[in-house]
C-alpha cells in the first residue's frame, strides 16, 4: 500500500482529508487516500499517501486552502520518519 519514499498525510478530522482529496483531485494530482497505517495514531484513520516527487505541488494546493497535514512521515526502511508535525502548533 505504501511504497519506499512516499508520503503520508495525516489530518485531524475526516473533514479535512476528505476536503483534501477532493481538492488535490480537481487539480489532477497523483495521490491515494489510503486508511491511516497501524504503526501511526490518527483520530481521523485516512490519510493521503502521494510519491516524494509530487510534494512541492502537493503542498502548495493544500496551503493555499490552509489544509496542510497535522502530520507527514516518509517511508524509508520499512518505517514510517516524521517529517513535519504541526500538531502542537495549533491554538
Known sequence: MVR???LVAIF???YRVMKAEKLL???RLDMLLIPVPRSLA???GLAIRYAEA???SISAVLAGAELLPEQLYRF???AFVLVTDTSSSET
Open 12 to 14: 485531524n478530522s475526516i
Open 25 to 27: 483531485k480537481e487539480h
Open 54 to 56: 509530487d510534494h512541492q
Open 42 to 44: 490518527s483520530d481521523c
Open 76 to 78: 524509508n526502511d520499512e
Open 4 to 6: 519506499e519514499g512516499d
